[in-house]
């Protein structure tokens, strides 16, 4: 099965910019045909939605505590899906996973079949 994999988390401060990267471990594995998405999960809490994209379609999905300052894009030249992170908050501080779907994707998680391990967003006060 593919795995994806997260890169780009790390410290920021209140406010600044963090731009992540999801990539599949399998070099022939493309986006083309899948919905993605990115979640979130902080301590104590479950995962949660953030956003989502289809690869064919431009439609895109937000949850309201991100709308307006995070957005999804795709590369398909290097089959990258990126989570562009902006005007970050303290409350935004989870590890973030990207993850596809080859059916309807969604909000909910429990749509998906590929995840990556993850990357830590840790925003400052």
């Known amino acids: 099965q593919v795995q994806l994999v997260e890169s780009g988390g790390g410290l920021v401060q209140s406010g600044g910019s963090l731009r992540l990267s999801c990539v599949a471990s399998?070099?022939?594995?493309?986006?083309?045909?899948?919905?993605v998405g990115w979640f979130r999960q902080a301590p104590g809490k479950e995962r949660e939605f953030v956003a989502t994209s289809t690869w064919s379609a431009s439609s895109t999905y937000y949850a309201d505590s991100v709308k307006g300052r995070f957005f999804i894009f795709r590369d398909s030249a290097k089959s990258t899906v990126y989570l562009q992170m902006n005007s970050l908050k303290p409350e935004d501080t989870a590890v973030y996973y990207c993850a596809a779907d080859s059916r309807r994707g969604g909000t909910s998680a429990n749509f998906y079949d590929y995840w990556g391990q993850g990357t830590q967003v840790t925003v400052s006060s």
């Open positions: 399998t070099r022939t594995f493309t986006f083309s045909s899948y919905v």
